[in-house]
């Protein structure tokens, strides 16, 4: 198979480039992380799913990525949040950091290699902006310091920005000591509620962009592969890290700009004015991990998908159809040998059926190699499943070593979009209802569990089913496997007995 390079589309070029890391097989990649002042929301799913995937990709590839995805813990929402409560600012960002991270962990993302945190990088900061103003792109005012957005030549290159323009309109806040309405502070002097560190320029602590600069130079160095993060940042943010670190260090800064469609919940865009905002963790009361996370990953990470709970309701059922083919694979591929498919053992139908895996590999790899299009990833997954389906209807009894060797192609391209994880915990809701509706099922058949659970109480309905078919009751037979259809729950007759599964 033909080894192809990944394409990504890049902000900075404004097209898609082909990606080399700097290091070859090292992909070094730094995203924005959360300001910890409140609870992760889908928000956040929808970037840090996003670039789980694009990580996973990589290693897909062969290569090994250092990720690292910081933790803005020094913020102004964060000092008023925390003034409201009457708490330290950094004592309630600590507790808001490992609550948000918590609920990513129960989304099933993917940890990032390294969280460092703002302020844990204070002494770096203060480095890059010494650096910045002895490079005559930074001024100290009064305690402040700023940087001077017209003496950086490629100010508005990432964004696309025209600083005449910009000026237009733009004006001086009273009380700033700014030389230019576009310049932007490096330091901040110290105000009474907030947290403070010394500085060659007094008290203060650290504007919100030189943060990023800081602490994606200090691990990876001033020149790394991939930065990225929610559209919303382009600008300021990302045009303010792109200036502070270039005009620090004189080297180019990322190379590969990649930036998150935002999310929009049923076409509005989400928002506080709106009170449209959806905590993760409430989200995971009602639906599995998994459908989120497919929910997400199934978008274009460029496109702004909308939320919905139909949205949800269509995504679950595909990841059915999902589940299902890799059931049918498992179960062909008992008895098989652990060794490379003999092609010469295999039937026609075999080989045509091996050819339809290598194509599905190819499709798979040919969509994310194209700027990480998952539609046509998830595509090429679902066309195989139809294949694959109509294979079985006409192999009875397929080869278990080309089974197996299909699962495990299934399942690598499905683990890269994030399926196919262990499961978590369900959704606790759906769960005590569907546990309440199971029991009510069970005494309408005069059975009952002193210690039920789903499990127990789905084999004993098994059984019921089964007495009923050995005593010629097709209807009481019948209407159990209608009942559990209706919790989400399918009954297949096999030849050892019949086994339950989740539809």
Same mark, same amino acid.
């Given at each position: 198979?033909?080894?192809?390079?990944? =394409?990504?589309?890049?902000?900075?070029?404004?097209?898609?480039?082909?990606?080399?890391?700097?290091?070859?097989?090292?992909?070094?990649?730094?995203?924005?992380?959360?300001?910890?002042?409140?609870?992760?929301?889908?928000?956040?799913?929808?970037?840090?799913?996003?670039?789980?995937?694009?990580?996973?990709?990589?290693?897909?590839?062969?290569?090994?990525?250092?990720?690292?995805?910081?933790?803005?813990?020094?913020?102004?929402?964060?000092?008023?949040?925390?003034?409201?409560?009457?708490?330290?600012?950094?004592?309630?960002?600590?507790?808001?950091?490992?609550?948000?991270?918590?609920?990513?962990?129960?989304?099933?993302?993917?940890?990032?290699?390294?969280?460092?945190?703002?302020?844990?990088?204070?002494?770096?900061?203060?480095?890059?902006?010494?650096?910045?103003?002895?490079?005559?792109?930074?001024?100290? +005012?009064?305690?402040?310091?700023?940087?001077?957005?017209?003496?950086?030549?490629?100010?508005?290159?990432?964004?696309?920005?025209?600083?005449?323009?910009?000026?237009?309109? +733009?004006?001086?806040?009273?009380?700033?000591?700014?030389?230019?309405?576009?310049?932007?502070?490096?330091?901040?002097? +110290?105000?009474?509620?907030?947290?403070?560190?010394?500085?060659?320029?007094?008290?203060?602590?650290?504007?919100? =962009?030189?943060?990023?600069?800081?602490?994606?130079?200090?691990?990876?160095?001033?020149?790394?592969?991939?930065?990225?993060?929610?559209?919303?940042?382009?600008?300021?943010?990302?045009?303010?890290?792109?200036?502070?670190?270039?005009?620090?260090?004189?080297?180019?800064?990322?190379?590969?700009?990649?930036?998150?469609?935002?999310?929009?919940?049923?076409?509005?865009?989400?928002?506080?004015?709106?009170?449209?905002?959806?905590?993760?963790?409430?989200?995971?009361?009602?639906?599995?991990?998994?459908?989120?996370?497919?929910?997400?990953?199934?978008? =274009?990470?460029?496109?702004?998908?909308?939320?919905?709970?139909?949205?949800?309701?269509?995504?679950?059922?595909?990841?059915?159809?999902?589940?299902?083919?890799?059931?049918?694979?498992?179960?062909?591929?008992?008895?098989?040998?652990?060794?490379?498919?003999?092609?010469?053992?295999?039937?026609?139908?075999?080989?045509?059926?091996?050819?339809?895996?290598?194509?599905?590999?190819?499709?798979?790899?040919?969509?994310?190699?194209?700027?990480?299009?998952?539609?046509?990833?998830?595509?090429?997954?679902?066309?195989?499943?139809?294949?694959?389906?109509?294979?079985?209807?006409?192999?009875?009894?397929?080869?278990?070593?080309?089974?197996?060797?299909?699962?495990?192609?299934?399942?690598?391209?499905?683990?890269?979009?994030?399926?196919?994880?262990?499961?978590? =915990?369900?959704?606790?809701?759906?769960?005590?209802?569907?546990?309440?509706?199971?029991?009510?099922?069970?005494?309408?058949?005069?059975?009952?569990?002193?210690?039920?659970?789903?499990?127990?109480?789905?084999?004993?309905?098994?059984? +019921?089913?089964?007495?009923?078919?050995?005593?010629?009751?097709?209807?009481?037979?019948?209407?159990?496997?209608?009942?559990?259809?209706?919790?989400?729950?399918?009954?297949?007759?096999?030849?050892?007995?019949?086994?339950?599964?989740?539809?």
């Amino acid at each position: 198979m033909q080894e192809m390079t990944v =394409h990504i589309y890049n902000t900075l070029t404004r097209k898609k480039d082909p990606f080399t890391s700097i290091e070859p097989g090292k992909v070094k990649m730094y995203v924005c992380g959360m300001t910890v002042y409140s609870d992760a929301h889908i928000g956040h799913a929808r970037t840090y799913v996003a670039f789980d995937v694009i990580r996973r990709y990589f290693e897909y590839k062969g290569n090994t990525v250092l990720y690292v995805q910081n933790i803005t813990d020094v913020d102004d929402k964060i000092i008023a949040a925390a003034n409201k409560q009457g708490m330290d600012p950094l004592a309630y960002s600590k507790q808001f950091t490992d609550r948000c991270l918590a609920d990513l962990d129960a989304l099933g993302v993917r940890r990032a290699d390294l969280y460092p945190k703002a302020s844990e990088t204070i002494p770096e900061m203060i480095q890059m902006i010494e650096q910045i103003i002895q490079n005559d792109h930074g001024y100290v +005012a009064d305690g402040d310091v700023y940087f001077s957005v017209e003496s950086f030549s490629d100010y508005g290159k990432l964004s696309g920005q025209n600083i005449t323009e910009m000026k237009k309109g +733009a004006r001086i806040e009273p009380g700033d000591q700014k030389r230019n309405p576009l310049d932007f502070a490096l330091w901040k002097k +110290a105000k009474p509620g907030e947290p403070v560190w010394q500085s060659p320029w007094g008290p203060g602590r650290p504007g919100w =962009h030189i943060e990023c600069s800081a602490m994606s130079c200090s691990i990876l160095g001033p020149t790394f592969d991939i930065h990225g993060g929610g559209m919303d940042l382009q600008f300021p943010h990302h045009e303010n890290e792109v200036a502070q670190a270039q005009a620090a260090t004189g080297q180019q800064f990322a190379r590969f700009w990649m930036h998150i469609g935002l999310l929009t919940i049923n076409g509005e865009k989400m928002s506080k004015s709106l009170g449209n905002i959806i905590n993760i963790k409430d989200l995971l009361h009602r639906w599995d991990a998994e459908v989120l996370r497919m929910f997400f990953a199934q978008a =274009h990470y460029r496109s702004p998908p909308d939320f919905s709970e139909k949205a949800l309701t269509d995504v679950e059922k595909g990841r059915e159809r999902l589940y299902r083919v890799k059931e049918r694979l498992q179960e062909f591929a008992q008895g098989a040998s652990g060794k490379a498919v003999s092609q010469a053992s295999l039937q026609d139908l075999e080989h045509q059926y091996l050819l339809t895996i290598k194509e599905m590999q190819c499709e798979f790899e040919a969509a994310m190699d194209d700027d990480f299009n998952t539609p046509k990833a998830f595509a090429s997954l679902f066309e195989f499943i139809n294949k694959s389906n109509r294979f079985f209807e006409q192999h009875q009894n397929p080869n278990p070593d080309l089974c197996q060797y299909a699962l495990d192609v299934f399942l690598k391209a499905g683990m890269v979009l994030t399926m196919f994880q262990p499961q978590t =915990h369900p959704p606790l809701k759906k769960q005590q209802d569907v546990l309440t509706a199971l029991q009510t099922l069970l005494q309408t058949y005069g059975k009952a569990l002193q210690t039920p659970t789903i499990e127990t109480i789905l084999q004993v309905l098994l059984d +019921a089913r089964q007495e009923a078919r050995k005593k010629k009751d097709y209807k009481t037979a019948d209407d159990i496997r209608k009942n559990l259809e209706s919790l989400g729950f399918e009954i297949q007759d096999t030849a050892t007995g019949p086994v339950w599964r989740k539809k």
